[in-house]
């Protein structure tokens, strides 16, 4: 009872957590680069292109922290 209780509290706090970020960077090489990384590494909800790219991403927090320093390195902007 309790300790299931306090195991799967432990096991949940210890998993990453998974987060949502849209992000918008310009069209480049290095841009294209960046987004088959994004690919890679995490689930892209969505992108269009408009001038931009603009990709809805949902992904662990980790991986967040390195799209947005990326994604700005990019002159790139995070979407509220």
Sequence with gaps: GKNIN???ELIYRSLPQIV??????PINAKSNSFISWI?????VLG????????MEI??????KERII???KNLDGTIIP
């Design 6 to 8: 306090k195991l799967m």
């Design 20 to 25: 949502r970020i849209k992000i918008k960077i």
């Design 39 to 43: 690919y890679e590494k995490a689930n």
């Design 47 to 54: 992108i269009s292109y408009n001038g931009f790219a603009t």
């Design 58 to 63: 949902e992904c662990n927090s980790s991986i």
């Design 69 to 71: 320093k990326e994604g």
